[in-house]
């Protein structure tokens, strides 16, 4: 028995971490019962380490990424067709890759179905293939509202851009008919509808080889429909070096009429037309200062073999203004 007056303190349980023990011929292996899981839970230092190391890994693809975007805008330029232009000229001045081909695969649907026929002020993408009509459109939605409600009537003399584009258009709608309403009894017509006369026949000056001018010049802007002014045959449509773009007709009565300048051909060699048929359009093409049809009427189909043209066309009883 315990001594009077003296009582035992119950002993102090001390929280301590717990053990379970596990043994085998007296030989024990102490556990803690904490999970070793959480030594591998995630800390924020190392998701914000994480994050950073992606960010600089990734940043070498951005930068790489923008500057192959500046290096190809950089590259693509727009180029004004200059008077004495032709594609591969153009190709080999501006050192594009692919030469003419690839030049006018580029700026197809601005040169057209023919290679040979570019104008003065016709923009080419060099570097890229060129933004189509669809393309354009998109982008020019906004503004067409305060577009022209004529394209002609902004700049009808000296417009080869946007204004040739859509007088060619509508030239075209109409292409290889006939203007009988402008046509004279005798089966003669203008080659062109409307048009001044600009440089006369005869006219002398130094920048003609001949010494002299050997047609006559209607004033037109780039796109204007020209006609056959009698029935005939064509000898020639083609490239005619200082003529640029060219139609020789063969007429019924052995003359024969020239078209040069032109923008666009109709007819081609061989074909047989009638009075007021359209056979182009007009242009800026060859050795010119600006659109113009410059016209002519020869005994053959040869250079300086002119005669007098509005005095030809006033005999077969057409009224020349």
């Known amino acids: 028995m315990p001594a009077k007056g003296k009582h035992r303190r119950p002993k102090a349980l001390r929280l301590t971490r717990s053990i379970a023990v596990a043994g085998t011929g007296g030989a024990a292996l102490a556990l803690p019962l904490m999970g070793a899981a959480s030594a591998h839970a995630a800390t924020p230092q190392s998701v914000s380490q994480s994050v950073s190391e992606k960010a600089v890994a990734s940043a070498p693809a951005a930068a790489a990424k923008s500057a192959t975007a500046e290096k190809s805008s950089a590259t693509t330029r727009t180029y004004s067709v200059r008077v004495g232009d032709y594609l591969s000229k153009i190709a080999d001045e501006q050192k594009v890759s692919g030469g003419w081909q690839r030049l006018y695969s580029d700026n197809r649907q601005a040169v057209g179905g023919d290679p040979s026929l570019i104008h003065p002020g016709l923009k080419l993408t060099i570097g ?9 459109s998109s982008n020019k939605s906004s503004d067409t509202s305060d577009a022209p409600s004529s394209a002609g009537s902004s700049d009808a003399a000296g417009s080869t851009g946007s204004t040739g584009s859509t007088s060619a258009s509508t030239a075209q709608s109409s292409s290889g008919s006939s203007d009988s309403s402008a046509t004279a009894a005798t089966g003669f017509t203008l080659p062109v509808s409307g048009a001044s006369v600009g440089t006369s026949y005869r006219a002398s000056g130094s920048m003609w080889s001949s010494g002299y001018h050997t047609g006559v010049d209607f004033v037109v802007p780039t796109g204007t429909a ?12 083609g490239w005619g070096g200082a003529y640029g773009n060219q139609v ?19 007819v081609s060699a061989g074909q047989s037309v009638t009075a007021g048929q359209q056979i182009g359009l007009s242009g800026a093409t ?26 030809y066309l006033r005999a077969k009883g057409v009224t020349v203004g």
Do not use: C, M, W
């Open 128 to 136: 890229a293939k060129a933004a189509t009509t669809a393309d354009q």
């Open 248 to 266: 020789v007709i063969q007429l019924a009565d052995g003359r024969y009429a020239q078209y040069a300048h032109l923008s666009q051909l109709s």
């Open 286 to 311: 060859g050795n010119v200062t600006g659109p113009h049809l410059h016209f002519e009427i020869r005994t053959t189909p040869d250079y300086g073999s002119d005669v007098d043209p509005l005095a």
């Open 226 to 237: 020209l006609k056959a002014v009698g029935a005939g045959s064509v000898v020639s449509a």
